[in-house]
């Protein structure tokens, strides 16, 4: 029941209450440093051994979004009316070594993994295709095995190639051996080649990559391009393996919008336990990589949560395997919950806990970000927001916004990471997050993804930009 109130006792209630009822809303849309501790002191911990990709604890860390989600009233995305999403994948090994076979003057030549070859990657049993000689400097030729010669003197540029090799749509990529993979040749040649198949609608197998030793690459360099060439082998029983997605979702309010998805994601794996590192420390806590990043998505996960309910549908992912190849997101886009051309754009958040000193301090870059016209947009709307400033490092395809970047769906990475030698070690610990600058970051993007959200702009790619032509 509602007591009446003396004027002056009435004027004094109104101001406490728009006092306190401004400061409410401001600070649910503030985050405070002390939650971005409290989360990264959970992920970070040893207590989650390094959240292993596809281990207990890559789901515990999953979980925990989950219970943050469900007190924040998120609505569940996942399997069977939770927010976590099971992915079961086949992990395949070849029984014995691997082979690339083509023949030539009438005679068939069979080069080995461990002895002419080192088989690098796979994603099936076999590939195929004709043979295409190009430049270093060149891209593979679709559907093709292209064989690419070493330079002497550009091993740096020719081993950051390599990244880019994956996703160029050859059938597979030669490439002839460099002075480092020379010296590891007989390290790589008895590692048991394996690959990874899941359900669902994947995307497509990507391209196999192949060192060939320099002599296998003289021969083949003499024969005609249009040869078939074939890499495989006969494969054992698969192994059986999980990774999972924690995922919820904020129904869009506007009748028109809410069939329109803004994705924020993170990957919530890192590299676990591994009992040959050297020294002591055998945990990679992944505190930058990217503990920050799932930091960022589930603050933003809270404050769009408390606000007003948001124009366009938004979720919120936490991948699972990034590190292992990207398994959680390809399994995500490959059996997205709502039509593809609904998912509007996609940020990806990584690595985000300590300044990188190519931009200024209060600065984040987007990977792409002259691929499309959502980072310039996004930084008209406040957000500090620049130009990826390492493009040699590939890093548009190094993370999980490229699964879906391939697809055509406007997807970048927002990131500060410097370049810092403790990336992928076991050093990559929580004393060395700049706890200021991370907080900082993720509040100066508050503005900017609440104005997505609730805006019915469309993000394009430029012209001769979009990943998947
Ligand atoms: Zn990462």
Redesign the pocket.
Known sequence: MIRMLSVRTGIVCLLFLLVTGLNAQSSNDVIAERNVRAHMEFLAGDALKGRGSGTEYELIAGEYFASLMRQFGIEPGGDDGSYIQTVEIRRQSFAAPPTLTYSAAGSAIVLTHGKEILVFRMNSGSATGPLRKINAQDQPVPGSVSLIRYEAGNEEAFGRRFGGLFDSGAAAVLVEETPQFRAGWDRFGSRKVSFSEFGGNAPAAQTAVIVISKEAADTLSKIEDGVEIKIGGNLEEPEINRTWNSVGIIKGSDPKLSSEVILLSA?MDHLGIRPDAPGDDKIFNGAD??AS?CVAVIELARILAAGERPKRTVYFVFFGS??AGGFGSRYFVGNLPFPKEKLVANLQW??IGRPDEKVASDELWLTGFDRSNLGAELAKHGAKLVNDPHPDQNFFQR?DNYTLARQGIIAHTVSSYGLHTDYHHASDEIGTIDFEHMTRSINSMVGPVKWLVNSDFKPTWYEGKDPSQ
């Open positions: 990957h990589d990217d990043g990034e590190e990584e690595m993370s």
